[in-house]
């Protein structure tokens, strides 16, 4: 019981607030492998309704979130977008702030990038592109993104065995 204990709030960790695919995840516990969780993720995200997959989409925060708000709500994300270093005064905020306004008008969810460390200037372009999506299309790309950064997490803080 205490291992289940213990991997639950390792699954939370994973996320930064509840969700549906943290809920049905939790329910599908113990896992025994990162693989399996992740394939159980992908399985999950795959069986959700459309409703239920924008609110997984929304839960993310915003590319170029204020970085004071970043921070304390969602502490994985701050580190991985790098947001302290990415505000060198190129305007790329401001250019990510109303692209995103842009986006979620437009899709009605907000914009999901897998980071991976790249400078916000870097991002405009594929924001840019992936508005040429159709909404089913991006819909799609914005949960694959979801899966590619959950993967990353897993894979530089592996979840199963650690108590």
Do not use: C, W
Request: hydrophobic share 35%; charged share 25%.
């Amino acid at each position: 019981m205490t291992a289940h204990r213990g991997q639950r709030s390792a699954i939370e960790q994973l996320f930064e607030g509840d969700n549906p695919l943290l809920l049905k995840l939790i329910e599908g516990m113990p896992y025994e492998s990162d693989a399996q969780l992740l394939a159980r993720a992908r399985e999950v995200v795959e069986a959700l309704s459309e409703e239920q997959r924008i609110q997984l989409i929304n839960l993310h925060p915003r590319i170029g979130e204020n970085s004071k708000r970043l921070k304390s709500e969602y502490p994985t994300s701050f580190e991985e977008q790098g947001a302290d270093r990415n505000t060198a005064g190129d305007g790329a905020s401001e250019q990510l702030a109303s692209l995103n306004e842009q986006y979620e008008i437009q899709f009605g969810f907000r914009f999901v990038v897998f980071v991976n460390g790249r400078p916000q200037a870097n991002l405009i372009p594929i924001l840019q592109r992936r508005m040429q999506h159709s909404h089913d299309e991006e819909l799609e790309t914005a949960l694959g993104e979801i899966l590619a950064i959950t993967a990353d997490r897993l894979r530089k803080r592996p979840l199963i065995g650690q108590t």
